[in-house]
């Protein structure tokens, strides 16, 4: 689905920005953020979904200059939620996301267990549920 992607040479994002081919990192740059080819394609497979799980933001969202893709992905969840999808928003990164790019209240459900919430989903029992089920 990810066909592009902004690749930097200097993580403070005041050297060489560009969009690349996802599959043609050229040595000396990392990949910060989604192309705006791939963010269309999450936003379109987004838009159309019922239940959406976020469970990580698609760039270095924390400075600014790499935070469009996460905040497209964002942007696309909260439509699809008032459109009537299920849409939770799991883990301390991916909250930090929605709080800092979005409004967080728009979200079906936010919650800072990342790890523990794929567990849950996966059929893991979890430690404090177990404890509360054996009461």
Do not use: C, Q, W
Not at 26 to 44: I, L, N, Q, T
Not at 95 to 110: C, G, M
Request: glycine fraction near 12%; hydrophobic fraction near 40%; aromatic fraction near 6%.
């Amino acid at each position: 689905m990810a066909t592009d992607v902004l690749v930097t040479d200097d993580f403070s994002g005041n050297g060489t920005n560009k969009f690349v081919k996802i599959n043609e990192i050229p040595d000396g740059f990392e990949g910060v953020d989604a192309g705006p080819d791939s963010r269309k394609a999450f936003a379109d497979v987004l838009k159309s979904s019922k239940t959406i799980l976020m469970n990580g933001p698609v760039g270095a969202f924390e400075n600014p200059v790499f935070a469009e893709g996460t905040k497209a992905v964002l942007d696309a969840i909260i439509e699809a939620t008032e459109n009537g999808a299920v849409s939770v928003i799991g883990g301390g990164d991916s909250v930090s996301a929605a709080k800092k790019l979005s409004n967080a209240d728009k979200y079906t459900h936010v919650s800072t267990g990342g790890g523990a919430s794929l567990e849950f989903i996966e059929g893991k029992v979890l430690p404090g549920v177990a404890a509360l089920d054996n009461k």
